[in-house]
């Protein structure tokens, strides 16, 4: 079983076994979160790719605790440079061990920039992720749009898929439908909509036409609400 919790956007904790994955860890300046930074402890942090809805307090957060960090290998050498240590660096169809699960590295088409004490820099391509842990596998899909090759991510059995709804700077509810089916996860869990204007979307009317469209089931959280994987 996973404990999942919801930030806002698209951090997300995995809990199971006494470990912690935290994904995308946007918290500090995340209007819908409800939590803050300080209060993460998680064992393994994921970053799918450097905007600041997705890198967020993962400097921080991993410097305080000493928890690994698995991103792009140029994520990764940004990170060491500010100071962050335990690192594991990853690259596209390779897989890299943490503690308590796995986590592949799969495309996402999207940019990756972000701007640094005043400087515009754009490092790594944005990646999803293939998630193996507490006995479940979770598609962690990142700021993606729709793409064709979902289908060979499908084909590895996912559990839970986690896919973007937002529209405007990644697929939209129509094109996330087509991606739940493409994937044929069991359960599909939705976010990156309502944490800022341009990213409105009706979560339920989602749920409604993915139950009514594909096999998989929708799982529909508030920031702060949590959802047990059994
Ligand atoms: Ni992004
Ligand atoms: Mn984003």
């Known amino acids: 079983m996973i404990k999942l919790d919801y930030i806002g956007q698209s951090a997300f904790t995995l809990e199971a076994n006494g470990k ?35 890198l967020g307090d993962a400097v921080a957060i991993a410097k305080r605790t000493g928890c690994v960090v ?6 990764a050498e940004y990170l060491s440079e500010k100071g962050v240590e335990n690192l594991q660096p990853g690259n596209f169809g390779g897989t890299v061990a943490f503690d308590g699960g796995t986590a592949k590295f799969v495309p996402a088409w999207h940019t990756s920039s972000f701007t640094d004490d005043g400087q515009k820099v754009a490092i790594g391509i944005p990646a999803g992720f293939i998630i193996r842990f507490g006995g ?4 962690f899909a990142g700021d993606t749009a729709l793409f064709g090759d979902m289908k060979l991510i499908g084909e590895e059995g996912i559990d839970l898929a986690i896919l973007p709804i937002g529209d405007n700077y990644t697929m939209g509810p129509a094109d996330a439908i087509r991606a739940a089916r493409l994937v044929g996860a069991t359960f599909v869990l939705p976010c990156h909509y309502n944490t ?19 096999e998989s089931k929708g799982i529909v959280l508030s920031p702060g609400a949590s959802y047990d994987l059994v």
């Open 20 to 54: 912690t994955v935290l994904l995308d860890p946007f918290v500090t300046g995340n209007p819908v979160a409800t939590i803050s930074a300080d209060s993460l402890n998680p064992t393994t942090i994921l970053i799918s790719h450097a905007h600041g809805d997705h």
């Open 70 to 75: 698995i991103t792009l290998v140029e994520i």
């Open 136 to 139: 479940k596998t979770i598609y």
């Open 196 to 214: 800022f204007p341009l990213i409105q979307q009706d979560a339920a009317k989602f749920k409604a036409d993915l139950e009514a469209q594909t």
